[in-house]
């Protein structure tokens, strides 16, 4: 895999915690689909309804933090999510994410660099994060 292509869902919050990311009451299911529905639904209602595959979450500083619950990498992988970009991680959530195959990259104030349904491009052989419809470019 040398791109992935995907819309931009922009959370602009900071320290996004593991119980935003899926709801405790949850957590007695290793369910993917079910958690799947019901991923990030207390900052955004329906937000599973609204991906599609590939897509990226865009998000502040310390996404992930809170307890190391692997159930949070799991609900924002099954939605079809390709990864998250946030400003940077919670240390334990960039475990889960690894041991999980799900891509992470830390990029400086990126929530002010996309907006919602932004087209983004992930370049790994150029080690690109391309916004496409703002036609700018960032490093990782």
């Given at each position: 895999?040398?791109?992935?292509?995907?819309?931009?869902?922009v959370f602009?919050?900071?320290d996004?915690?593991?119980?935003?990311?899926?709801?405790?009451?949850?957590?007695?299911?290793?369910?993917?689909?079910?958690?799947?529905?019901?991923?990030?639904?207390?900052?955004?209602?329906?937000?599973?309804s609204?991906?599609?595959?590939?897509?990226?979450?865009?998000?502040?500083?310390?996404?992930?933090?809170?307890?190391?619950?692997?159930?949070?990498v799991?609900?924002?992988?099954?939605?079809?999510?390709?990864?998250?970009?946030?400003?940077?991680?919670?240390?334990?959530?960039?475990?889960?994410?690894?041991?999980?195959?799900?891509?992470?990259?830390?990029?400086?104030?990126?929530?002010?660099?996309?907006?919602?349904?932004?087209k983004i491009?992930i370049?790994?052989?150029?080690?690109?994060?391309?916004?496409?419809?703002?036609?700018?470019?960032?490093?990782?």
């Amino acid at each position: 895999m040398e791109k992935i292509l995907g819309g931009a869902h922009v959370f602009a919050e900071n320290d996004i915690d593991t119980d935003l990311i899926i709801a405790a009451n949850f957590l007695t299911t290793f369910d993917k689909k079910i958690l799947a529905q019901h991923a990030l639904e207390n900052l955004r209602p329906n937000f599973f309804s609204q991906i599609s595959a590939g897509d990226f979450l865009v998000a502040g500083k310390n996404f992930g933090c809170g307890s190391s619950r692997e159930h949070a990498v799991w609900a924002l992988q099954a939605t079809g999510l390709a990864g998250v970009i946030a400003e940077n991680f919670a240390r334990i959530f960039l475990r889960n994410s690894k041991n999980n195959d799900f891509f992470t990259f830390s990029l400086e104030a990126a929530p002010k660099k996309f907006s919602q349904n932004d087209k983004i491009e992930i370049d790994f052989s150029a080690k690109k994060i391309k916004n496409l419809t703002q036609k700018t470019e960032f490093d990782f």
